[in-house]
């Protein structure tokens, strides 16, 4: 999208339904950001801190009894 | 015991803000399983109902969706007050149609509160990011928007626990729910959907629907505007919602059975205790839990002891319905349920094992099993390869950490593991190799609304609850500027 009003840009940038909008620029693909899609353009994303995390799994640790 | 009766909330399916019947007229009669006595006749219906729930969701979208976090947070403090200052009243509605035994049913309802609290404020902290970036001239922000209408398809095991704490989640997050509770424990869910609706959630933010399980899940998957399911159930259905999710691309979250290892180490402290413990958390919901300790797995210098202590604990269990006073076991689901205990008890012990304690169904009404042990349990036997979701505790012996790893990665189950030490080492070398979501070291209840909650391997993908939970429900736009000129 090309616009250089705030209001627009916020409003658009809130309202696209794509995961990635880019504002006056042409590249929106980068390591340091998440790239993927929301509705049919799939599911995960890739690079970003995001991207790291789609290759590792949560394990939540519970350690009771502990006396204080 | 009379029951509070509240209205049609308690009776009716909730579409749009209205208690509805079903569209098809179709009604399902709700049966105790602690009595076999039909309690209520609920509506039940199919996939036109559902798409009538997706239609008012869908309305209802932009509208909750474009309210801030703190006006979304302050309807579910306004439930979480409802719930809890009816608490006993709803505790006698889930008991008669779950079966559990009353103080369970209550603190379900009052740890229903506490997750709507809990994802109030977690709502009000959803943030995104801004990320430096490499290239000149340029912004990068990473926001966290609603998924759109997000289904449930929740089990009876917990009526009250499994559907509040995906629907506190997404609703915290800015979605809307199409719920679809399993057609044996409506009413929990049902009366869940009034709270909200009388804490001020706008009409088709909230939906709950009961019927044909089938044609129910497959109207949720056909229809491209219902964006994410987040199933709670077997592994069976969850297989199957995974082959339909491919028609519209539905994101999914799918809580799957477990089969939790508990290892206790010959250094665990007080035996006595642990198997006291042991016996009191192995019946608890009758053993319908997907995290209950199920799989004992016991070290050769403790077994015995732990052995004699458990079944010691495990007989004297009161077996009743849900409303007498005392009772720790209450009845199974179903007839069928409580068939296929008995069918997994018979064949582990057709197959070498030992029955040390119970093994039969009470002489009475209702789906009831008796708290069973069973010993010399050997890999590979039923009780131990299968999820027996009922009273029954299968033990076996064994002498070293890698062979009791192996014993408990063995299978594609991966939800809940149970450490029992005193040693630090053990504790995290056990926290590091078992192939679990959940792991309790020394801890029986690995469950609770801050922290993540989910499956790896074959108990599914996704995390319920804690920070994790509030982002199933979230995606993530990446919004670039350029041209920037400073």
Excluded at chain 1, 24 to 48: C, H, L, Q, Y
Excluded at chain 2, 157 to 169: D, E, I, S
Excluded at chain 2, 247 to 255: G, I, Q, V, W
Excluded at chain 2, 447 to 458: D, H, L, M, Q, W
Aim: aromatic residues 8%; contains cysteine; proline residues 6%.
């Amino acid at each position: 999208m090309f616009t250089q009003d705030l209001n627009t840009a916020l409003v658009m940038s809130e309202r696209l339904e794509f995961g990635m909008v880019a504002i006056n620029d042409w590249m929106p693909v980068t390591a340091e950001a998440p790239f993927g899609g929301m509705k049919g353009s799939g599911i995960g994303r890739e690079t970003g801190s995001e991207g790291l995390q789609e290759y590792l799994e949560q394990k939540a640790v519970y350690i009771g009894g502990v006396e204080v | 015991m009379p029951e509070t009766d509240f209205g049609a909330p308690q009776r009716r399916m909730l579409i749009g803000g209205e208690w509805v019947e079903a569209r098809g007229g179709g009604t399902w009669e709700l049966v105790d399983p602690g009595s076999e006595e039909v309690v209520e006749t609920v509506p039940f219906g199919g996939a036109e109902d559902v798409v009538a729930a997706i239609d008012a969701a869908h309305a209802a979208f932009p509208g909750w969706a474009a309210k801030t976090a703190y006006e979304r947070a302050a309807v579910l403090e306004k439930a979480a007050e409802w719930v809890t200052q009816r608490a006993d009243d709803l505790a006698l509605i889930t008991t008669r149609e779950s079966g559990k035994p009353l103080g369970d049913s209550k603190g379900e309802w009052l740890s229903a509160a506490s997750y709507l609290r809990w994802f109030a404020g977690e709502g009000i902290r959803a943030y995104g990011r801004i990320v430096p970036p490499s290239a000149p001239k340029r912004r990068i922000w990473v926001v966290p928007q609603p998924i759109g209408v997000v289904g449930t398809i929740t089990a009876w095991n917990f009526p009250v626990y499994n559907v509040v704490r995906t629907w506190a989640a997404a609703l915290a997050a800015g979605n809307t729910v199409v719920g679809r509770p399993s057609e044996y424990t409506p009413r929990s869910a049902f009366l869940l959907g009034h709270a909200l609706q009388e804490a001020g959630a706008p009409p088709g933010v909230i939906n709950v629907v009961n019927g044909e399980p089938e044609p129910m899940g497959k109207a949720m998957l056909d229809d491209p505007r219902l964006r994410k399911i987040a199933f709670t159930g077997s592994v069976r259905v969850g297989k199957l919602l995974m082959d339909g999710a491919s028609k519209t691309l539905t994101r999914l979250a799918l809580e799957l059975g477990g089969n939790a290892p508990v290892i206790v180490f010959p250094d665990a402290g007080d035996m006595a205790r642990v198997a006291r413990l042991a016996a009191r958390f192995k019946v608890r919901n009758a053993g319908q839990v997907c995290i209950a300790p199920q799989r004992f797995l016991v070290h050769e210098a403790v077994a015995d002891e732990f052995t004699g202590a458990v079944a010691q604990a495990m007989q004297g269990m009161k077996v009743g319905h849900g409303t007498e006073e005392g009772t720790m076991v209450g009845p199974l689901i179903n007839a069928r349920q409580r068939d296929r205990v008995e069918e997994l008890v018979g064949a582990t012990v057709a197959a070498g094992a030992k029955l040390a304690v119970g093994g039969k169904r009470p002489e009475r009404k209702g789906y009831f099993f008796e708290p069973t042990v069973v010993t010399d349990v050997r890999p590979g036997m039923p009780l131990d390869a299968e999820e027996v979701f009922g009273p029954v505790m299968p033990v076996s012996s064994f002498g070293s950490v890698d062979e009791v790893v192996e014993r408990a990665n063995a299978y594609e189950a991966g939800l809940a593991a149970y450490v029992f030490t005193s040693d630090l080492n053990t504790a995290l070398v056990m926290s590091e190799r078992l192939e679990a979501g959940m792991v309790a070291i020394n801890d029986w209840m690995p469950v609770t609304a801050e922290a993540p909650f989910g499956g790896v391997k074959g108990s599914g993908f996704g995390r319920e609850t804690g920070q994790e939970g509030l982002h199933e429900y979230l995606d993530q736009k990446s919004v670039f500027i350029g041209g920037v000129q400073i």
